[in-house]
């Protein structure tokens, strides 16, 4: 008898790239009696190009996934890299963490950086930068949903004495007219130059070399950074994209 099997995407709405299908046969992902992982890769085959048409986004990386009929495809959209799940008929997309069956009911691992491995002489400041909580974000001129970020960081800043907001200036490639633009910022080291820049506007070319800019970007392969905004709590928790700031706060406050 054949199954209805639902999956769910729990991904915040600026990382949810790509549709899914609410449900559908079980029967999509069976492959071929006694189908090992060397015989599936034997008879079903997935090239970059293939991925790339399908998904609509460039490809990193293909292989089998820990479930048998799918490939685990890893993209990059908007500079940020997402991971699906694709059927062997090429024909479902699936959003999905597989979680074995032994972590069921355990939390999942918060993600965490060294603070002091990000340099702050260099940031731009919002708020007093006396304030004892210091909150890192890394920015892209030209990244919706950074200006986003920026306008609840005000709202926190009309509340909350206590915090500042340093910002790294991290232009992504998928932004070509990004790096200039951070560059033109970080001369002038100019929260005014950064939000002219989320509201579309055209910018002066830098007038210094601006060599932080190429050393944020090199720090934030080290630390795993591949999407804008991406915060850095003062614990070392992350996140990484868009929140309000009421979300913000709450996750500042709950060290759990």
Not at 22 to 27: D, I, S
Not at 211 to 227: A, C, H, P, V, W
Request: proline share 9%.
């Amino acid at each position: 008898m054949k199954k209805n099997i639902f999956f769910y995407c729990l991904l915040p709405i600026a990382y949810c790239l790509l549709p899914v299908p609410h449900a559908f046969q079980a029967h999509a992902f069976q492959g071929p009696p006694g189908c090992g992982e060397k015989e599936c890769a034997a008879c079903h085959t997935l090239t970059n190009d293939e991925a790339k048409t399908i998904l609509k986004a460039d490809v990193k990386s293909i292989k089998m996934s820990p479930v048998k009929g799918l490939w685990e495809v890893i993209g990059v959209q908007e500079g940020k890299d997402f991971t699906v799940y694709l059927d062997f008929s090429k024909k479902y997309i699936v959003l999905a963490r597989f979680v074995p069956v032994s972590d069921v009911g355990k939390p999942a691992p918060q993600k965490k950086v060294d603070p002091a491995q990000v340099p702050l002489a260099d940031a731009l400041v919002m708020g007093n930068p006396n304030a004892p909580i210091k909150i890192i974000v890394f920015d892209d001129p030209e990244c919706p949903y950074c200006k986003k970020l920026h306008e609840e960081a005000k709202k926190i800043l009309t509340k909350r004495k206590d915090i500042a907001f340093y910002i790294k200036m991290f232009p992504l490639a998928s932004h070509p007219n990004a790096y200039n633009k951070a560059k033109t910022i970080q001369c002038k080291k100019s929260i005014k130059l950064l939000e002219d820049a989320f509201d579309g506007k055209e910018l002066p070319k830098p007038d210094c070399e601006a060599k932080e800019i190429d050393e944020n970007i090199k720090l934030g392969k080290t630390l795993g950074i591949s999407g804008t905004p991406f915060i850095i709590l003062p614990d070392g928790r992350v996140i990484p994209g868009y929140v309000e700031a009421d979300v913000l706060l709450n996750v500042l406050e709950n060290k759990q």
